[in-house]
């Protein structure tokens, strides 16, 4: 599996973001797809998730900004960042999850080249 993915940029403070990701390859057995950020000199952090089936979740502070939303068909997944604080400048990272098979596979996680979010006060 593959993640490409993009809609970073340079924004003012207030403004709005739209990051999309694409999966390509094996995507069939793709459950979990997520958002993840990682700011300079801090650990990378969950942002939001969302599964196949469209249950999805939020890091607490950040739930009333961010949207995440799949296409399962086209195997994307986007995050709309409204309200953008300087502090959500980081690099974000898309992320795809497969579930294990019992006895058959033991499951992975896969990991985009993250697009870099900077936001001037």
Same mark, same amino acid.
């Given at each position: 599996?593959?993640?490409?993915?993009?809609?970073?940029?340079?924004?003012?403070?207030?403004?709005?973001?739209?990051?999309?990701?694409?999966?390509?390859?094996?995507?069939? +057995? $793709?459950?979990?797809?997520?958002?993840? %950020?990682?700011?300079?000199?801090?650990? %990378?952090? =969950?942002?939001?998730? @969302?599964?196949?089936?469209?249950?999805?979740?939020?890091?607490?502070?950040?739930?009333?900004?961010?949207? @995440?939303?799949?296409? *399962?068909?086209?195997? *994307?997944?986007? =995050?709309? @960042? +409204?309200? =953008? &604080?300087?502090?959500?400048?980081?690099?974000?990272?898309?992320?795809? &999850?497969?579930?294990? $098979?019992?006895?058959?596979?033991?499951?992975?996680?896969?990991?985009? %080249?993250?697009?870099?979010?900077?936001?001037?006060?």
């Amino acid at each position: 599996v593959q993640l490409q993915a993009s809609g970073g940029g340079l924004v003012q403070a207030g403004g709005s973001l739209r990051l999309s990701c694409v999966a390509s390859g094996y995507v069939y +057995n $793709i459950n979990y797809m997520g958002w993840y %950020r990682q700011a300079l000199g801090k650990q %990378r952090e =969950l942002v939001a998730s @969302i599964s196949r089936g469209g249950n999805t979740s939020y890091a607490d502070s950040l739930k009333a900004r961010f949207t @995440i939303s799949r296409d *399962t068909a086209k195997s *994307t997944v986007d =995050l709309q @960042i +409204n309200s =953008l &604080e300087p502090e959500d400048t980081a690099v974000y990272y898309c992320n795809a &999850e497969v579930p294990p $098979i019992l006895g058959v596979y033991a499951g992975a996680t896969y990991w985009g %080249r993250g697009t870099q979010v900077t936001v001037s006060s």
